[in-house]
């Protein structure tokens, strides 16, 4: 295999193990509000459609949990939302015939809070920076709480979804539902699925990953290097442990109450 494919297949990898991260932190197996876990896992990852009536029309309300919805807010008539005309880009379509609007995205982070009302007890998804609102006061954008009534044995697809459209200067739509995805999974200590947290350490390791091998690759087969030089910037990992060394004394003697800079602590002898 020649050091260019080598190259190209390694980052094809990378890539691919990113995108599958991405999919399954977005996939809701554990959201969490304090010490209360749910997993929407078996609602998330494809779009819901909810008729709602305003007078005498009839519009659909279009959204997806722990993600965007797959079409966006596309432009009928050239009228669609300015914020999420693309594809991936908005987490609820409020779709009027006329034109879209846009009511909310997910950025990789949804906000989650626990319902308590008198529908029942459930968790709350809030989602945010939608189209702006003309007339709206408080939030001048768009934005959309859904809410999951905890039901017992409610499985499948959402039904009898209830829609509340937002009215200035209201500037908040709510959509509703009975699910036993709503019903509380764990308390303290999660479900076992990817928390924020978790998806940042994964990030952090395959990053380093990539840097410690594509530069070896890269060192090896393009610049011709051998033994420890094929190490991309060996001198700043060998000398990694003194440096570290250095600084730990240099805490030491300041909590010592010690008057000494650290390029001195650096030529003491232990």
Partial sequence: MSPRRAVTYFVSATLLVLQIITAVSAQCSDVSSG?????????????????????????TM???????????CPLPFGAGSPRCAMPGTGAVCQRTGSRNYCLGVFNGTVDVQEYRGNIGNGVMLSYYNGDFCDGCTG?????????????????GDPSDILVEPYVPPNSRTTISFRHQAGCVASISGGSGGLTAGGVMLIILFVLAAVYFVGGVLFNKYYRKMEGREVVPNVEFWASLPGLVKDGAMFIVNKARGRDSSYSQVSQQEY
């Fill in 35 to 59: 010490e209360l876990h749910w997993d929407l896992s078996s609602i998330s990852g494809r779009d819901f459609r909810a008729p709602y009536q305003v007078g005498r029309f009839t519009y």
């Fill in 62 to 72: 279009q959204f997806r949990l722990c993600g965007n919805i797959a079409d966006g």
């Fill in 139 to 155: 939030d001048p954008n768009r934005n959309t709480a859904v809410i999951i009534i905890c039901a017992e044995g409610v499985s």
